[in-house]
């Protein structure tokens, strides 16, 4: 009996021990060196392509505050005091920013319905510009993404929607908006699920090593959604004060059983 119980609790400090994550398990770039240069890593981020139902914040000023409120009506005679307040907030956003229609275009106060689906940011500014041009001289246009959201999953200690202003944001940015991985996340395995015109690509980081720097994923996308995979042994792991129950009661038994 005494040597079954041994056997039992050899087996199960092994699988507590192998379940064990180790210090490099959980670091990032582990296999970076000090003072190591990472040539040409990572890549530039690419640039963004206007896509339909993107939601866009498009400014048309000129030197006439009358002129302003015509071609900005959201913004009213003050056109630049209430900017924070008609895009400060997602709702507020989607009110007031110009959504791409199904046929790529945007309908703006005006100048009418633009062409910009499949134009960079920059590129649509030109377009807009042109158009501004023949109503407004002088006329200075902006051209900005609204609706450049993330969703982040999985082990992360605060999953969920994060809405980003910043087009050079990456894998790590947005784990980070999600304060970082849980006990349990797997850094190992990070997937990336990113919509496109012909459905959804999916990429698989290892964020242990530095390979990933070079990633088509690293530069997050609109829409992107990062997944960090839980480790293979968490089940063990929140289980575990019940295997610990569980021997110290088959420990007991044995015990009052050998000295009955």
């Known amino acids: 009996m005494q040597k079954q119980l041994l056997l039992i609790i050899v087996c199960l400090t092994a699988v507590f021990f192998t379940s064990c994550k180790t210090s490099k398990d959980m670091v990032y770039l582990n296999n970076?060196?000090?003072?190591?240069?990472?040539?040409?890593?990572?890549a530039k981020t690419s640039e963004y392509i206007i896509k339909t139902n993107d939601n866009?914040?498009?400014?048309i000023q000129s030197m006439s505050p009358e002129v302003n409120a015509m071609f900005n009506p959201t913004k009213g005679m003050n056109s630049t005091g209430g900017?924070?307040?008609?895009?400060?907030?997602?709702?507020?956003?989607?009110?007031?920013?110009?959504?791409?229609?199904?046929?790529?275009?945007?309908?703006l106060p005006i100048i009418g319905k633009v062409a910009l689906a499949?134009?960079?940011?920059?590129?649509?500014?030109?377009?807009?510009q042109l158009k501004a041009d023949e109503y407004?001289?002088?006329a200075t246009v902006k051209v900005k993404l609204l609706s450049f959201k993330i969703t982040v999953l999985g082990e992360v200690k605060n999953a969920g929607v994060?809405?980003?202003?910043?087009?050079?944001?990456?894998?790590?940015?947005?784990?980070?908006?999600?304060?970082g991985v849980t006990d349990y996340g797997r850094i190992?395995?990070?997937?990336?699920?990113?919509?496109?015109?012909?459905?959804?690509?999916?990429?698989?980081?290892?964020?242990?090593?530095?390979?990933?720097?070079s990633s088509e994923a690293f530069?997050?996308?609109?829409?992107?959604?990062?997944y960090v995979e839980p480790d293979k042994y968490k089940n063990f792991k929140l289980n575990s004060p019940i295997y610990s129950l569980f021997l110290s009661t088959l420990s007991t038994l044995i015990l009052v059983l050998n000295i009955l």
């Open 32 to 42: 970076t060196a000090d003072n190591e240069i990472l040539e040409g890593i990572p």
């Open 56 to 59: 866009l914040y498009v400014d």
């Open 83 to 107: 900017t924070s307040q008609n895009y400060g907030q997602p709702s507020s956003q989607y009110l007031n920013g110009f959504q791409v229609d199904l046929s790529g275009n945007v309908s």
């Open 118 to 128: 499949g134009q960079s940011l920059k590129q649509a500014q030109e377009t807009i």
């Open 136 to 138: 407004i001289k002088d």
């Open 162 to 179: 994060y809405y980003n202003y910043n087009s050079n944001m990456t894998v790590l940015d947005g784990i980070s908006m999600a304060s």
């Open 188 to 213: 190992q395995k990070v997937l990336v699920l990113r919509p496109t015109d012909t459905g959804s690509k999916t990429y698989r980081l290892d964020l242990s090593n530095k390979k990933f720097l």
């Open 219 to 226: 530069f997050l996308q609109p829409n992107d959604v990062v």
